[in-house]
């Protein structure tokens, strides 16, 4: 029987050996190639990279060799690679995409294949159901070159995407305040690709790094899945508060989000790091341009908005909204509410690396550690407050779609509803201007239930609202 195949937010993921099979791999390979075909890229350059999960560099190479029988050149990643130093490869190279076999946050048992465009950003919406319909329904479609004619013939070469990137960094961040600074830092990768960068980049001076979690083992240990929020932090928020560190880094399983801690081993949400990093280049730095933002993520952005004077972009949850929208606004940032930001003068795509350098030189700039840094923010937009519950559901979605269309609420957590926005999934306005979302997983069987609020003792009262209007 043949598999369906179905683009999600960034791509394909699936179960491994189930349906995230080699045959459906070359299969996703020779769409993609076809896709970048009818895109008029025949013959142009691809880069290929893997994360480290089980697998990962056997199923690289089985879309090495099929890109290079479908006459592409390949530029394959030597080792696990972060997803923003994949990403900025394509620009480096001068290439017309990219394929990263990673399923990112996902549990151990998934893999996945992301794919990326020129710019080095996600492809949008069109761009994927184009690549889908392109997917051929059989194996034996593919066109496949043997890697190691592909390698003999040039047609795949093997590079290290570091020196690139590194250069990159170095033209957008002054590191050496940094490693002069003395920070104690720590940093946990998650098991993934992030491991080793901080301490290569940061290393040499009085700044001492860290890491935790920084071998490969593809069954994620003290952790459900290399997503860096809650509980899956809790690990390295007890050895980095064992550590007397000044602050938490944490790297997803690709390196494409940031989660921190504070210097009291306190996670802080996502959303705050979001409102920290929009200040930092506004304020600290004295930047200019506009803000690109999911629905779901926080509304201090609009108002750092309204104080800075400049425009703030929202989008569908996704970067494959936010990424042509900052390319579309020249936008000085981007960023989602799962932890990944994107800055101007870069790629137009999450760095997990990137965000965790800028909190660290805001830091230094300022002389303050994170929750210091988190009240002088909320001295400017005031407190915000945060909190989402992921819950598996079964049955159908339509039906729980039209409940909530139904619902029509007058309140919610105690707060009137303002409006009622359906960008992305069902949001509803609040009178404190905070907000209530609920959406269902693009990859996952699972319905997301988030909100923020300025009330600290109306965010659960509002999340089980929500689960309400859900019908859960």
């Known amino acids: 029987?043949?598999?369906?195949?179905?683009?999600?937010?960034?791509?394909?993921?699936?179960?491994?050996?189930?349906?995230?099979?080699?045959?459906?791999?070359?299969?996703?390979?020779q769409g993609f190639a076809n896709?970048?075909?009818?895109?008029?890229?025949?013959?142009?350059?691809?880069?290929?990279?893997?994360?480290?999960?089980?697998?990962?560099?056997?199923?690289?190479?089985?879309?090495?060799?099929?890109?290079?029988?479908?006459?592409?050149?390949?530029?394959?990643?030597?080792?696990?690679?972060?997803t923003p130093v994949i990403s900025y490869s394509v620009v480096a190279r001068q290439a017309v995409g990219a394929v990263n076999i990673t399923a990112s946050h996902n549990p151990p048992w998934d893999n996945g294949f992301k794919v990326r465009d020129r710019h080095g950003g996600a492809i949008p919406p069109d761009g994927l159901k184009d690549i889908e319909a392109r997917i051929p329904v059989d194996e034996s479609e593919a066109q496949r070159m043997p890697l190691a004619q592909a390698e003999a013939e040039g047609l795949v070469e093997r590079f290290d995407p570091a020196p690139d990137y590194i250069a990159q960094l170095e033209r957008l961040i002054d590191l050496q305040p940094i490693r002069d600074a003395g920070l104690k830092i720590m940093v946990d990768p998650m098991w993934g690709n992030g491991a080793g960068w901080f301490p290569r980049l940061l290393g040499g001076g009085k700044t001492e790094v860290v890491e935790i979690h920084n071998t490969r083992n593809p069954i994620f240990p003290e952790m459900s899945r290399p997503e860096p929020i809650p509980p899956n932090v809790d690990a390295g928020l007890k050895a980095s508060l064992e550590y007397g560190a000044d602050v938490l880094i944490i790297n997803d399983g690709d390196a494409d989000r940031l989660g921190v801690g504070d210097e009291h081993g306190h996670f802080v949400n996502q959303l705050r790091v979001y409102g920290l990093l929009a200040y930092y280049l506004l304020e600290v730095r004295g930047e200019r341009g506009p803000i690109v933002k999911t629905l779901s993520t926080t509304k201090m952005l609009n108002k750092l908005g309204e104080m800075y004077d400049v425009p703030v972009y929202e989008t569908g949850v996704g970067f494959k909204y936010v990424a042509p929208k900052m390319l579309e606004t020249n936008a000085l940032i981007g960023g989602e509410e799962s932890g990944g930001y994107a800055f101007r003068g870069h790629v137009p795509e999450r760095d997990g690396i990137l965000a965790?350098?800028?909190?660290?030189?805001?830091?230094?700039?300022?002389?303050?550690?994170?929750?210091?840094?988190l009240e002088l923010l909320f001295s400017k937009v005031g407190a915000h407050y945060y909190d989402r519950i992921d819950t598996p559901f079964q049955g159908d979605r339509q039906e729980k779609i039209e409940r909530i269309l139904a619902a029509n609420p007058k309140t919610i957590g105690g707060l009137r509803v303002t409006d009622f926005v359906t960008i992305d999934g069902y949001q509803f306005l609040l009178e404190d201007g905070g907000w209530l979302l609920i959406r269902f997983s693009g990859t996952e069987p699972i319905i997301r239930v988030y909100c923020e609020t300025t009330h600290e003792d109306k965010v659960q009262a509002i999340l089980q609202d929500g689960l309400k209007i859900a019908g859960i």
């Open 1 to 29: 029987m043949v598999q369906t195949i179905k683009f999600g937010t960034d791509g394909w993921r699936g179960k491994i050996a189930e349906n995230y099979t080699f045959a459906n791999v070359r299969r996703c390979a």
């Open 356 to 373: 965790g350098l800028y909190l660290l030189d805001m830091m230094v700039r300022l002389e303050r550690k994170p929750h210091e840094l």
């Open 35 to 82: 896709y970048l075909r009818a895109q008029g890229h025949a013959g142009k350059a691809v880069v290929v990279g893997h994360d480290k999960r089980f697998l990962g560099e056997q199923f690289a190479a089985a879309v090495s060799e099929v890109l290079a029988g479908n006459g592409f050149k390949v530029y394959l990643t030597e080792g696990p690679t972060p």
